[in-house]
């Protein structure tokens, strides 16, 4: 098995210099220079030799040659069809990966995981444009493909916001959303010099565990999921005024007041304090 050796600025340059390769802003191409964010990434996963891996945006490889020499097949899915002169260069001799030129939104993974690891889950590992990261993690979720962890760097704002705590100013409709499906933790901050080219923000690789089932059981999710954009659209206001008539919706501020109290609160509590536990049984209670 070949040794990693791309993740260094003077190994990178010269291989996008050999290819004459040009960035694609609306590819977010912003290419890992850093040895220690790389393997901080492959310990964050927790990828072991039995694992089959989805990596999503591989740019030129740097992160596919540390995954392939610790997982048992990486699949790597790369929109950017110039990138395939170069992966097929620096994949050479890791005889455990495959590279598709797809979009990963059009990508079928559970037939990805039916063909790679016999349908068992497989572990996501993704550096993307931050405009569609958020969009893909709720798709890997919501789909129920077979996925059982998400690694991602996010911009540093966005992993504060999905990892907050009920009362936090940034705790909100995203932290509940990926809260449901997966248990969140911040592993490795990374700063703009860890790229070529250099973002203009923050980044942070978030772990995100998927629960064996959601972390709470609701009887309609969809309904729940309205109560907490309602709370979290009008969050000065009291939870009995942002749920009333909130679209979609038909209770009345009775019907929320008396569930309320049947949970023992006060018609004044307000929801962005509320935990994701008391959101499900608020809305099994106004079924
Ligand atoms: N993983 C590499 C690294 O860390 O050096 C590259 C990261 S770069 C931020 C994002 C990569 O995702 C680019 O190679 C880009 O072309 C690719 N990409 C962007 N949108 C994509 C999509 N919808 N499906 C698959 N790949 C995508």
Request: net charge negative.
């Amino acid at each position: 098995m070949p040794v990693p050796y791309l993740g260094n600025p003077v190994r990178c340059e010269a291989v996008l210099r050999s290819f004459d390769f040009s960035f694609r802003k609306r590819f977010g191409q912003n290419f890992l220079i850093d040895e220690d964010v790389l393997e901080g990434i492959v310990e964050a996963s927790g990828v072991t030799g039995d694992d089959v891996v989805l990596e999503i945006g591989p740019g030129i490889g740097s992160l596919t040659q540390y995954l392939a020499s610790t997982a048992r097949k990486v699949v790597a899915v790369e929109i950017d069809k110039s990138l395939m002169p170069i992966l097929e260069h620096t994949l050479d001799g890791w005889d455990n990966v495959r590279v598709l030129n797809q979009d990963i939104l059009k990508t079928d993974i559970a037939a990805i995981a039916e063909e790679e690891n016999g349908g068992k889950p497989l572990k996501v590992i993704a550096n993307l444009p931050y405009y569609i990261t958020t969009p893909i993690i709720m798709k890997l979720f919501e789909s129920g493909c077979p996925i059982d962890s998400v690694t991602v760097m996010v911009q540093k704002e966005v992993a504060d916001r999905i990892k907050s705590e009920p009362g936090s100013k940034e705790y909100g409709a995203i932290s509940l959303a990926v809260q449901y499906y997966a248990k969140a933790s911040a592993a490795i901050e990374v700063g703009p010099e860890s790229f070529v080219p250099p973002p203009k923000v923050s980044s942070t690789v978030l772990h995100l565990e998927r629960y064996p089932e959601t972390r709470v059981k609701v009887d309609d999710e969809e309904q729940m999921f309205k109560i907490i954009r309602g709370v979290f659209n009008q969050r000065r206001k009291t939870l009995v005024n942002a749920v009333a008539n909130f679209e979609g919706l038909a209770f009345s501020k009775d019907d929320i007041r008396r569930a309320l109290s049947e949970m023992g609160l006060p018609e004044t509590a307000r929801g962005e304090t509320f935990s994701l536990e008391q959101f499900a049984e608020l809305s099994n209670r106004l079924k």
